[in-house]
């Protein structure tokens, strides 16, 4: 596996692992339960970090037109 790909483990692991410690109700953030909100965060973050990895990424690089 390219090492270019690890950083797309992080969120599998902060949402995997942070359920544990995020899986309470109460306290209201945004007004969300704590458990809604760090799910989300964490669709948000996966985007941002598969977004970061497909602009690193050599292969999706446009070749110059001839």
Avoid: C, H
Wanted: no cysteine; charged share 10%.
């Amino acid at each position: 596996m390219k090492r270019l790909y690890l950083p797309g483990t992080i969120p599998f692991i902060g949402i995997l692992g942070g359920i544990f410690f995020a899986n309470r109700v109460t306290p209201y953030v945004l007004g969300m339960p704590f458990i809604l909100f760090w799910l989300v965060l964490w669709v948000v973050l996966i985007s941002a970090t598969m977004a970061v990895i497909y602009r690193l990424d050599p292969a999706n690089r446009k070749e110059p037109q001839a």
